[in-house]
């Protein structure tokens, strides 16, 4: 017991001992000044995810004052930007961040905009809109339209099961939304053939209106049209068969629409072209399905599996499978196909026709021998129109234009389009919406009257060196609207970057590429060492009010672009193969090629890649391409600091 007390005494003296001598030992804190003696705490990190979930909700640093990891969190219809040290403003954390006390971190988002898209099914074109995650969609203020049919609703599958909700409906992913059409019943009517007393059935499909049976009429002292097999009961049944030079009357070829070969046909009627044949084909939504949709619905064989080759006979155009004559007095396929002649030759030995068979689904357009036996369509005069024309106005969106509207040619076109003229602004184009769109060209075919809308972009000096470059707004961001071109010469400075090929012509076109730490401005040790610096609001060697997009802001422009950001946000001329985009929101990317050091460059014309102020690593940081080869992605990555790159600034917020 004595030993014990001595030894208690001791200790309690060497404490003492070390307070009065001043240690910098400290029981409240966890770690001394030093770092170095640890007493068992830590930091308590929460985990706000400010309307997401995450797991684990709190973390606990290491000696160090860091942590190990940070969780992702989860949010339905949000991209996550990170951990920030407040819920707005504050500053971004990583792995890397100590901490000095108990703190809370908060996940910030960006919400999800998608694509909706119509499919009319058939019918006329309907707009695409883009709505923001839990958003409903606004339902079109003109419903598509489609020849033969009435518009029954918009809804969620192609089979028209579910009904689209517009009221209560709302977008959580990418969508399309289909039309639902009801057929029109088919009005079949009659006329009389005056020359032989025999009726025919006729009917009206989208403008046109055709025979609903097959021509039976037997051309007086003629013995170049007969019945199948020679059998009267088969022209009873399938109509007869012309040679070309028959059904035609002796007339020249016509590609024209109408024809004006009146040929075999009777009174008011005349011989289709091959035009107006695929005028019938387009009209009931393609060649590719018109011979189902034609085909009468009894009378074709079946196949091997016993798969009726029946059509739907939707249209009521009764198509029947009357065979023909081939060479000699060869007869076939009367059962299995049908075939008919159109007014137009395709040289001096052959004609155009249609051909339908029972086991397949379209609507052949095909080649035969003039001196063939096949069936006839006769369709109904209408009377010749003049070309209709139509007006396109140029809406100048804020400028001038001269003149303000302008009619088309017989041919739909333009002749030429107008420049328009706005104080300051730089005009990049006609797009056929203010905002969005596709870019018109003079070769555009107008189908209706219409309004395009001018393009512009606005323009901003770089007070360093009187530079003037191209901004726009997408969405809530301001960008450069083309490459940094900014050599840091000015006042004597030493020049940076360098030109593709050290051409001077390519820095005019393409901008100026650097590396890593000449476009972040930091020290170029920085290219092979860890900066550990911010990506928020980096000005690097941008202008004054503007800086170095982060990832996050890179994201959001893609997100707000939408899918086939590529596409929309490459310039409509200078890549390779045709790999060209639709600039649709004046982005204009242009390829500026890559350089791996000052005297070696690769890819101009080809690829565009564009640094981010975002470290990955020691050696790397983050970057955005485009290809010409892959036109509609757009791609991220990351790469070794020393690449030469472009540079796109975006304006501080």
């Not at 606990?60 to 949010?75: F, I, Q, V």
């Not at 070969?261 to 009627?269: K, L």
């Not at 990506?535 to 202008?543: A, S, T, Y």
Request: proline share 4%; hydrophobic share 30%; charged share 20%.
């Amino acid at each position: 017991m004595k030993r014990l007390i001595i030894l208690l005494l001791a200790a309690l003296m060497a404490l003492l001992s070390c307070a009065e001598n001043g240690s910098d030992y400290q029981f409240d804190n966890p770690w001394d000044d030093r770092g170095t003696n640890y007493n068992g705490g830590s930091r308590t990190i929460t985990f706000d995810p400010n309307g997401g979930t995450v797991s684990p909700t709190p973390g606990k640093t290491n000696r160090d004052k860091k942590l190990d990891s940070l969780p992702t969190p989860a949010r339905d219809g949000y991209d996550f930007n990170g951990w920030w040290t407040a819920q707005m403003n504050g500053t971004k954390v990583d792995v890397n961040t100590i901490y000095d006390d108990n703190s809370i971190v908060y996940a910030r988002w960006t919400i999800k905009i998608y694509d909706v898209t119509f499919n009319s099914q058939n019918g006329s074109a309907v707009s695409s809109q883009r709505i923001e995650y839990g958003n409903k969609v606004t339902e079109p203020a003109s419903p598509p339209t489609r020849d033969g049919y009435t518009f029954g609703g918009w809804y969620k599958e192609a089979a028209c099961t579910n009904a689209w909700d517009f009221t209560s409906d709302v977008v959580t992913s990418t969508r399309t939304l289909y039309a639902k059409w009801d057929k029109v019943p088919v009005s079949v009517e009659t006329f009389t053939d005056t020359r032989d007393n025999k009726e025919y059935k006729k009917v009206k499909i989208g403008t046109q209106t055709w025979m609903a049976e097959n021509l039976n009429y037997d051309v007086p002292n003629n013995t170049s049209d007969v019945c199948y097999g020679n059998n009267p009961d088969n022209c009873e049944k399938y109509g007869r068969l012309y040679n070309w030079s028959t059904a035609m009357g002796e007339s020249s070829s016509s590609s024209l629409s109408p024809s004006g070969v009146q040929g075999v046909c009777p009174a008011g009627w005349h011989i289709p072209s091959d035009a107006e044949w695929t005028a019938l084909t387009d009209a009931i939504g393609g060649a590719s399905t018109a011979g189902t949709k034609l085909k009468a619905a009894s009378g074709w064989y079946h196949d091997y599996d016993w798969r009726s080759g029946n059509g739907t006979d939707e249209y009521g155009f009764s198509a029947l499978p009357g065979g023909g004559r081939g060479s000699g007095d060869n007869f076939s396929d009367a059962g299995a196909d049908g075939y008919w002649w159109s007014a137009t030759e395709d040289d001096a030995y052959n004609a155009r026709i249609r051909h339908m068979r029972y086991n397949i689904e379209s609507a052949y357009r095909g080649v035969v021998s003039k001196t063939y036996l096949d069936a006839v369509r006769c369709v109904m005069d209408a009377e010749i129109q003049t070309p209709t024309t139509y007006t396109v106005t140029f809406d100048a969106n804020g400028g001038t234009v001269s003149p303000t509207s302008d009619t088309t040619g017989a041919d739909g076109k333009l002749a030429s389009l107008p420049t328009p003229t706005r104080s300051g602004d730089i005009f990049v184009g006609w797009f056929t919406e203010a905002a969005g769109g596709t870019k018109v060209e003079v070769s555009k075919v107008y189908s209706a009257n219409a309004n395009i809308y001018a393009r512009w972009v606005e323009s901003f000096e770089d007070s360093r060196d009187g530079k003037t470059y191209k901004k726009v707004m997408i969405g809530n961001q301001t960008w450069m609207a083309e490459n940094l071109n900014y050599d840091g010469k000015e006042n004597g400075g030493n020049e940076i970057g360098a030109c593709y090929n050290n051409s001077a012509d390519s820095c005019e076109k393409y901008g100026r590429l650097y590396n890593w730490s000449t476009a972040m401005d930091i020290n170029a040790s920085y290219d092979s060492s860890y900066w550990n610096g911010s990506d928020v609001n980096h000005q690097g060697i941008c202008p004054a009010g503007w800086h170095l997009p982060s990832s996050a802001e890179r994201v959001a422009l893609v997100n707000y672009v939408g899918s086939s950001a590529g596409t929309k946000l490459k310039s409509t001329s200078s890549w390779y193969n045709n790999g060209n985009g639709t600039d649709e929101y004046g982005w204009s990317a242009l390829p500026g090629g890559v350089g791996f050091d000052d005297d070696f460059f690769l890819n101009a014309g080809e690829h565009g890649v564009w640094w981010s102020a975002t470290e990955i690593d020691t050696i790397s940081a983050d970057y955005q391409s485009m290809s010409y080869s892959d036109g509609a992605s757009l791609s991220w990555n990351n790469f070794n600091k020393p690449f030469l790159f472009s540079v796109r600034c975006v304006a501080d917020q």
